[in-house]
């Protein structure tokens, strides 16, 4: 498909963007671009695809999304190399996993390339936009929602993608110290049969009291248990988890439906095993992860997704209980592992595995 380009009248100043990018934070500065592609399922599915200048959008106050939360997005990153060339991480991976929560959304497939397609286009378009400071990296932002104006429940036939870009630099400010999790037990994040391996904006929505009480509580981010038993650990609001044990194993939550099937935890399976590690997909619970970290035989854990890459759990809260892990400062193979996938990312560290697309 091809994209038209509409000008923009009056992208920011170059001296300004040096500033803004220099510090960048998180989520709260955009580049001067958007990609807007239409779905209507009335004229033959995806058409009209625009690279322009962002800007907001007008909707229908009966637009399904607004009603009935079909929504779902994706969220990457692309890195500057040391010869000034960005590069995309699996993108392909981003793209498979778009269509599979728009299947279970109910909302229209996008071919892969025409989804990679609207990445590259706008990543060349705002390659100036990307930081350069330590930890930084232009986050992308690509989403779907259901655009029809129909009050009706069922399946919107009108939809729009759209796909921003924001300078990004860590996500936690503390950038990779170990951080304090709060164990939600009043609240779950997905239940099975749910849309707990889906991402769509519903799942966050629920995460935000459970995550305001860990918040209150000291705690920087909250971990869902399975909604059935209270029993095994499933991920936190939007990072999954790794246990790394004193005998050269490691366990992860199987992807059971209830938890995102991360790119970032897939990249960890491959780097731990690469280093010799064995890496068992199965159930852990909570009290086997205080029994395991009292005992001393849990070393580390770590929580690790796109925006945050690989961070060290430190310590762990509750109602009812309380523990720490190792010493509650980053481990060995946490630092290891995020300096290994970082580099993968930045192109200083070779990339065995093909995961790197250059995008120019
Ligand atoms: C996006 C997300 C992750 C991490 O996925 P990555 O592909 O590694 O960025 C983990 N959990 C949830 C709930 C998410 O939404």
Known sequence: ????????????????RQ??????????????H?????????????????????????????????HYAQEIF???????????????????QNARRFNASAKRMAMPEMPEELFLDSIRQLVS??????????????????????????????????????????PVGNYFKSGSKSVKIWISSDYVRAAPGGTGAAKTGGNYAASLVPQAEGIENGCDQVVFLDAVEKKWVEELGGMNLFFVMDNGRVVTPPLTGTILPGITRDSLIEL????????????????????????GKLLETLACGTAAVVTPVGEVTGKDRSFTIGSGGPGQIATK???????????TVEDKYGWVMKVG
């Open 34 to 66: 958007m990609v807007v592609i239409d779905y209507d399922a009335d004229k033959g599915g995806w058409h009209k695809a625009t690279l322009g200048p962002r800007e907001p959008i007008s909707l229908d106050p009966a637009a399904a999304v607004l």
């Open 272 to 295: 731990l095993r690469g280093e010799g590690l064995t890496v068992s997909e199965e159930l852990y619970s909570i009290d086997q992860w205080q029994s395991d970290a009292d005992s």
């Open 19 to 32: 500033q803004a990018i220099a510090d960048p934070g998180f989520g709260t500065l955009f580049t001067d």
């Open 337 to 347: 592992m995020r300096e290994r996938l970082t580099g993968i990312q930045l192109g």
């Open 125 to 166: 378009k705002d390659r100036d936009w990307a930081p350069t400071v330590e930890g930084g990296a232009l986050y992308l932002r690509p989403f779907m929602f259901a655009s029809e104006a129909f009050l009706g429940v069922r399946p919107a036939r009108q939809y729009k993608y759209i796909l921003i870009a924001s």
């Open 1 to 16: 498909m091809d994209f038209e380009h509409l000008p923009h009248p009056a992208p920011v100043p170059g001296e300004s």
């Open 74 to 92: 994706e969220g990457m990153k692309a890195y500057k190399h040391a010869d000034g060339s960005l590069a995309l991480f699996r993108p392909e």
